[in-house]
């Protein structure tokens, strides 16, 4: 236990009990008379309470929501010209995508166009230097052979 907080046991405590004291009424002054509608009085209503009193007021009536104005007709044209509007920027979308296609698809037919011409000059590069640098077949000399009946002679 802390020092500055002494213990207490419950039947110590003092228990403050509070009593309400009632309201007396404020003397009502009457007010100066308002000449109404005899059409709009709202009606009284009285309210009897438990312990006998009667309470007075008039009814609170629910607040009415105010009717909905009718919207107005869309137009005809209107509603055409949106819809154009629509579809021209699809058609648009759909142009620019198309010419993309067309560009993506050229310049992959252009690259296997180059790829091929590069693979075949490869091959007849191949061709070309091995037939002058082939060391395994016979090597004939041309200046020296005759010929006769399709023979060669050396």
């Known amino acids: 236990m802390h020092p500055e907080h002494p213990a207490h046991v419950p039947a110590e ?6 009593h309400p004291t009632p309201v007396t009424p404020a003397a009502v002054t009457p007010g100066p008379l308002i000449p109404v509608q005899p059409g709009s009085v709202p009606a009284v209503a009285s309210v009897v309470l ?3 009193r009667v309470v007075t007021g008039y009814a609170i ?15 005809r044209a209107a509603v055409n010209v949106a819809l154009g ?13 198309l010419t993309s296609f067309i560009a993506a698809l050229t310049a992959f037919v252009a690259q ?3 790829l091929a ?7 007849i590069a191949v061709q070309v230097f091995s ?12 200046r020296k052979a005759t010929f006769k ?6």
């Open 117 to 123: 011409a590069v693979v075949f000059g490869g091959w």
């Open 112 to 114: 296997l166009i180059t």
């Open 149 to 154: 009946r399709n023979h060669f002679h050396g």
């Open 85 to 97: 509007g629509v579809g021209f920027l699809a058609v648009c979308g759909g142009l620019l995508l």
């Open 131 to 142: 037939a002058s640098g082939h060391q395994g077949g016979t090597t004939v000399n041309i």
């Open 61 to 75: 009536n629910p607040a009415q929501p105010e009717p909905v104005t009718a919207k107005p007709p869309v137009s």
């Open 13 to 18: 405590r003092a228990v403050e009990v509070h």
């Open 50 to 52: 438990p312990d006998g």
